[in-house]
């Protein structure tokens, strides 16, 4: 629990960073007036030292008649380069925000200045330790592209004139995205702190998440492993690259790697290239990063997806990826069987299981009926083949947001990623069968997640836990044993105020003793583990009888304690 001395200073580092910032910060609060946010600036109740009434004295509001949606992207593109990457990363939080603001989100481009070609060659001198012209054979002045946090060059190394990408941070960005995190922080404070429904939805959980994430982009060290991680998990896999990257050519602030040409996904000429190959591809490789790898593009536009002459789909930009662990993945792969089942209350179950309930919220009876009516309507009278992934995990979204079930953002990553590339591949070819496509990895799966080898694997895993316990067994084991010569001594004393203490005394010695067994069976059923016995289960023999005996011995305790 945090305690007042750490909240006390908590409020004088924000607050000194405000008047550090104190231009940003009215600069902030000028832009949410001007784009019609007025009414909740005034309702943050913030100090009169910021001059809060002359800001909306000398801003006109530019609100007009335009939707709320577009008003906030544009208020976030007037707000600079962290919020714009800030926005980028909401339009991946479906369970966070309506669809509208997130189809808007989803258009917030960088628009930001090239830096002049003497800050390039600074920057490459400092970060690399030599001139440009050491280290390639021709570099291109002007960039390929262009954003808030670093720009692309186009050159050739020297030596071996591979054409190559060089990706340039720009000089300053840290301090300016910690001065804008602070500020952010401050201000998600004061909405929950003014706002109770806003608690719901976690503002300052919100930018801790955020700022993590643009922390690790800001290391390009991240990004380099990242590459490397799925170039490792796709070797061998047919059709699908990633650039190669140059580690000597790469620090935290520069990463070179290899130049990739081709058309972007969604703009592909059907007389030159065979789509249908191309999507297929596509949505294998992403249903293996997710369900196979654990490890998956956390930003799949198709800005992001080029295709080669040859058909091969490359990946780009790796700056934002997500990850599942194996459980994580296995409650995916029991959502699948029990939508492939019609089980919509599995489906619900399992969500609900996966997920918090937030205040407010009705319960699991009402989100499981409302699942269940949802998933049916949609899905019940059609084909498997007419089912559509995204519009499954859509649903899932929403109902979710609905009951205010909050989804791990790391599934919500996820299931934007299906969605993502589902659509695109509706968009390219519209009659495609999507879960056909995914029904042969998707099966492959679920066969392995049921397989006997790996449901004794887990088993046996399970006991290797409990053996880990065996040092304190011996001191638990005293205690306990102290605490019952204890209580009997009570009991026995007891047992001198009549027949019913007696009775009652005679059936907690029987269960204590039968409690004493199992403890003991199932101490030797952990220390003989290990014993190199012939297998049963993947059990040696004689542990799994101690387990048996253990078990038979808690049952009896069991049934006298119901008795």
């Known amino acids: 629990m945090t305690t007042a001395l750490r909240r006390a200073y908590d409020s004088y580092r924000t607050g000194e960073s405000l008047i550090r910032d104190a231009n940003r910060f009215r600069q902030i609060l000028t832009v949410l007036v001007r784009h019609g946010f007025g009414a909740l600036v005034r309702e943050l109740n913030l100090d009169e030292s910021w001059a809060i009434k002359k800001i909306f004295e000398l801003t006109s509001v530019e609100a007009d008649d335009l939707p709320l949606e577009r008003r906030v992207v544009l208020a976030i593109h007037d ?59 021709d570099f291109e002045t002007e ?64 930018v ?184 499954f995990f859509g649903d899932l979204i929403g109902l979710a947001l609905e009951h205010k079930v909050r989804m791990p953002p790391d599934y919500t990553m996820t299931f934007k990623a299906v969605i993502t590339m589902e659509g695109v591949a509706k968009q390219l070819v519209p009659d495609l069968d999507v879960l056909a496509v995914a029904r042969p990895r998707l099966a492959a799966l679920t066969a392995q997640r049921y397989e006997p080898e790996r449901l004794v694997q887990s088993g046996y895993n399970l006991l290797r836990e409990l053996s880990g316990a065996a040092g304190d067994i011996q001191q638990i084991a005293r205690g306990t044993l102290s605490y019952l010569r204890s209580a009997e001594k009570g009991l026995e004393r007891a047992h001198q105020r009549g027949g019913e203490w007696n009775r009652r005394y005679s059936t907690a010695q029987r269960r204590n003793r039968q409690a004493l067994l199992a403890a003991a069976a199932a101490l030797c059923g952990v220390l003989t583990l290990d014993s190199g016995e012939a297998l049963l289960f993947g059990v040696p023999l004689g542990a799994l009888l101690f387990f048996v005996l253990a078990a038979g011995f808690a049952a009896i305790s069991m049934g006298g304690t119901r008795r």
């Open 143 to 206: 960039p390929i592209a262009c954003a808030s946090i670093a720009q692309v060059h186009g050159a050739r190394l020297r030596g071996s004139a591979e054409r190559v990408v060089v990706k340039l941070q720009r000089p300053g960005q840290r301090e300016k995205i910690e001065a804008d995190l602070e500020i952010m922080r401050f201000l998600a404070a004061a909405l929950e702190r003014n706002f109770p429904e806003a608690e719901v939805y976690t503002p300052t959980g919100i």
């Open 208 to 391: 801790n998440q955020f700022a993590r994430a643009i922390r690790k982009e800001l290391d390009f060290h991240n990004e380099l492993d990242n590459i490397a991680r799925f170039r490792a998990n796709f070797t061998g896999y047919e059709g699908v690259c990633f650039p190669a990257t140059y580690d000597a050519l790469c620090t935290s602030r520069v990463l070179t790697m290899e130049r990739i040409d081709g058309v972007k996904l969604n703009a592909l000429d059907p007389a030159q290239i065979d789509v249908e190959r191309v999507v297929r591809t596509g949505i294998d490789s992403v249903l293996k990063m997710i369900f196979e790898d654990g490890f998956f593009h956390g930003d799949l536009h198709p800005g992001n997806l080029l295709v080669r002459a040859d058909a091969t789909l490359c990946f780009l930009d790796f700056g934002l990826c997500g990850r599942l662990t194996p459980s994580q993945r296995d409650y995916l792969v029991d959502t699948m069987v029990a939508l492939a089942s019609s089980d919509y209350a599995g489906v619900a179950r399992i969500c609900w299981r996966l997920a918090d309930e937030l205040p407010g919220g009705e319960g699991y009876p009402a989100f499981e009926a409302d699942v269940v009516e949802v998933l049916e309507r949609r899905f019940a009278d059609k084909k498997m083949s007419e089912i559509e992934l995204g519009a």
């Open 79 to 137: 707000l600079g380069p962290t919020f714009v990457k800030l926005g980028q990363i909401l339009s991946t939080r479906p369970d966070l925000l309506p669809p509208e603001l997130i189809a808007e989100l989803e258009t917030l481009q960088d628009d930001v200045p090239a830096m002049p070609w003497s800050t390039v060659e600074g920057i490459l001198a400092s970060e690399l330790g030599a001139a440009v012209d050491a280290l390639f054979e």
